[in-house]
């Protein structure tokens, strides 16, 4: 099984702030990365696929990048919505697998 | 409007079975390759299972494999996962999510989520 690590788990930053978490996976995935975010109580809600592109509708300032073994999820100005957690999820082969999570906290 | 409900969950002794179910609305479901993940209390998401549109292909974590069998009904819109042997920590809310795209021969990342329904194993 692929295992995906992501960090840090816990995140501490302030409004305007630029963030970036790190999903690495223990083989080669090729691009094959999602990243989601999930507030307390509610679904998770996808950000980025295919490890940098992003889907319609999500603001401009979450960026993705990498591709093998070593992905980022970039918030390049933090709004107070962004606070949340968040996680990498690999579709590359079975069984697929999340990431443990980054939890995003207000400083 | 894309919506998934998920029902069939609730408290069940260990070794107990649930089904649970998931109706779909608002997209041609039998185009899609569907799944189910889920969320232990306070901890991180966890993929189970897939199912391709025609239910042709299944594919599932280790750890629920011979226990949990995921499964479809295409003229009834809806996806269900029997789960049979329950153990403690299967205690989760199950999610059931859709693929991005329609007509795909592969399973894929997930566009639209359900709202969850919440198992609890417990004596």
């Known amino acids: 099984d692929i295992q995906m690590t992501q960090s840090p788990s816990t995140l501490s930053a302030s409004v305007g702030d630029r963030v970036t978490i790190t999903c690495r996976a223990s083989?080669?995935?090729?691009?094959?990365l999602a990243w989601y975010q999930q507030k307390p109580g509610k679904a998770p809600k996808l950000l980025i696929y295919m490890a940098s592109s992003l889907e319609s509708g999500v603001p401009s300032r979450f960026t993705g990048s990498g591709s093998g073994t070593e992905f980022t999820l970039t918030i390049s100005s933090l709004h107070p919505d962004d606070f949340a957690s968040y996680y990498c999820h690999q579709y590359n082969s079975y069984p697929y697998t999340f990431g443990q999570g980054t939890k995003l906290e207000i400083k | 409007e894309v919506q998934l409900v998920e029902s069939g969950g609730g408290l069940v002794q260990p070794g107990g079975s649930l089904r649970l179910s998931c109706a779909a609305s608002g997209f041609t479901f039998s185009n899609f390759w569907m799944s189910w993940v889920r969320q232990a209390p306070g901890k991180g998401l966890e993929w189970v299972a897939n199912?391709?549109?025609?239910?042709?292909?299944?594919y599932y974590v280790d750890s629920v494999k011979g226990r949990f069998t995921i499964s479809r009904d295409n003229a009834k819109d809806s996806l269900f996962l029997q789960m049979n042997s329950l153990r403690a920590e299967d205690t989760a809310v199950y999610y059931c999510?859709?693929?991005?795209?329609?007509?795909?021969?592969?399973?894929?990342?997930?566009?639209?989520w359900g709202q969850g329904t919440l198992v609890t194993v417990s004596s």
């Open positions: 083989q080669s995935i090729s691009s094959w």
């Open positions: 199912i391709k549109q025609d239910g042709s292909e299944t």
């Open positions: 999510a859709r693929d991005p795209v329609s007509g795909h021969d592969y399973g894929d990342y997930l566009l639209k």
